[in-house]
């Protein structure tokens, strides 16, 4: 299996590269704002929060505008990444009707895409904390080790995401109810210490409460993230992405029947 | 006597049975199938071309997608030496918002060519398609016969090994189709092994050296050309009486 996997990396890389920039063009083509909406949109997006928790309901605090960017900005991409899996194999069928591509490559646009989103987010999110007077140590550069380490959770979550997404087409919209329920579950819009000390513990079961409040420790507390946890998380990873690859080689021949 | 490329042995391929509840198809234990495929077994030999007529769902798309290494049997084997075929797809990966520059590139790279290698024939896969400055325009402003002229010299100019051929003919205006055909032609004459897959029996008599004919799955008859077309087109008349 990791031989073909080597091998199909090897002829495909070119494949992927032009795949996820088509993807990244098509998307924004035909806008006015064009390339400009990959700025805009997390603006937008962190604004609405912003104006919903920190003005109507006046909650949060003084520091609520960038402990809510540093919440918001990473989980999104996660969500975005677990719903646009469903469809990563399932609406290629026109292709895997006449040609040959590893699914994988498939799995690994639709991430690239929305990590490259996220990248651009997070630039946007470092220049308003440095404009809202946030000290940042040499700890936020730590951001790109949780950044491979969320990907490698994504990864497998995604793999699996896209295979049930072939068989069920339901997983879309039930995907697109989770990641809504992650956003509460998640410490996005309120804070760890205000969940009761009981139930705080369980939080950390979902492994997004464990990146984020790694997030904010390095760009906010001039903190770590959270190693041991993550640590956990890495192992728990990489089981899941063997299990993700042996399923995908297992169906390799028989997605093209079904779609 | 020439040597043989491909061989397909007591070849089985099953499709699940569609259902409409996907839950319950996908919990229940007796999985009902579907046999597309029914013991085929005929081998391809280097440089000839062989003609694959049958009437529609017949099994020659499930055989196509078998040949180009999409499916597997679920019984019997499949064998080709070298590079798998490719069929000479109609742009199936385009993307109306790219150029058709833009889509060469990817087309191509799914076809499972090398980036260096569409390099060096990007000027003739253009050159061909005849779309002049239109091939730096989006390709959801070509009209369908220019994404055929497009799709179609990506393909070919490329130069597969076994050229995979599904009515692909039927593209682009007259004056295309000839060409296209010329083409091909040209491919047969460089000793490339081209199978074509057809319903129709007309290009099957003008270009193929032997036919396999496949009815409901299972091999009908396999030949020399003129008896088998002969056999096809009676059997066709009297369907229709």
Not at chain 2, 49 to 65: A, E, H, W
């Amino acid at each position: 299996m990791f031989k073909k996997l080597l091998n199909d990396w090897r002829n495909n890389k070119d494949l992927l590269y032009h795949l996820t920039i088509s993807e990244l063009k098509s998307n924004t083509a035909r806008t006015y704002l064009g390339t400009l909406w990959w700025i805009v949109d997390p603006i937008l997006y962190m604004a609405i929060y912003y104006f919903l928790v920190g003005i109507v309901l006046d909650r949060g605090g003084d520091d609520y505008a960038v402990y809510l960017f540093t919440g918001l900005i990473p989980l999104k991409w996660a969500t975005a990444c677990m719903v646009d899996a469903t469809t990563a194999i399932s609406s290629k069928a026109r292709i895997l009707q006449q040609v040959y591509v590893p699914k994988l490559t498939f799995i690994l646009v639709r991430l690239g895409v929305n990590t490259f989103k996220f990248l651009v987010s997070s630039f946007i999110m470092v220049l308003f904390l440095y404009f809202s007077g946030v000290e940042m140590t040499v700890n936020a550069l730590n951001f790109f080790i949780l950044l491979v380490l969320n990907l490698l959770l994504l990864l497998p979550i995604m793999i699996i995401m896209a295979h049930i997404g072939v068989y069920l087409k339901d997983i879309k919209n039930m995907m697109q109810y989770i990641s809504r329920t992650l956003l509460y579950l998640s410490p996005v819009l309120f804070r760890m210490e205000r969940v009761p000390e009981d139930i705080r513990g369980y939080l950390y079961l979902n492994p997004f409460t464990d990146f984020l409040v790694s997030y904010r420790n390095i760009f906010l507390y001039k903190g770590q993230p959270l190693w041991d946890n993550l640590f956990i998380i890495l192992g728990l990873s990489l089981v899941l992405l063997f299990i993700g690859l042996r399923i995908l080689n297992k169906y390799d021949k028989q997605y093209a029947k079904v779609i | 006597m020439k040597k043989d490329i491909i061989e397909l042995k007591d070849i089985w391929v099953s499709y699940p049975e569609h259902s409409d509840n996907p839950l319950k198809q996908l919990l229940s234990k007796d999985k009902k199938q579907f046999w597309a495929l029914k013991g085929l077994d005929f081998t391809v030999k280097k440089g000839e071309v062989l003609g694959i007529i049958g009437r529609n769902g017949s099994g020659k798309s499930t055989l196509l997608k078998l040949m180009s290494g999409l499916i597997e049997p679920d019984q019997g084997s499949y064998q080709v030496e070298g590079k798998r075929p490719m069929l000479l797809s109609l742009g199936a990966g385009f993307q109306p918002e790219l150029s058709g520059i833009e889509n060469i590139y990817l087309n191509a790279l799914l076809l499972g060519n090398r980036k260096k290698k569409i390099d060096e024939n990007l000027e003739a896969i253009i050159e061909f398609s005849e779309l002049d400055d239109f091939i730096y325009k989006p390709v959801r402003t070509y009209s369908s016969g220019m994404r055929a002229r497009l799709a179609f010299s990506t393909a070919i100019m490329l130069d597969p090994e076994i050229l995979l051929i599904d009515e692909v003919l039927g593209v682009g205006d007259s004056a295309f189709q000839k060409k296209c055909k010329d083409a091909i032609l040209e491919k047969i004459q460089q000793d490339r092994t081209v199978i074509l897959v057809t319903h129709s029996s007309s290009l099957v008599k003008q270009i193929c050296d032997r036919v396999v004919w496949i009815h409901r799955g299972e091999q009908k008859a396999v030949g020399e050309t003129k008896g088998i077309v002969e056999q096809y087109d009676e059997f066709m008349k009297a369907k229709k009486k």
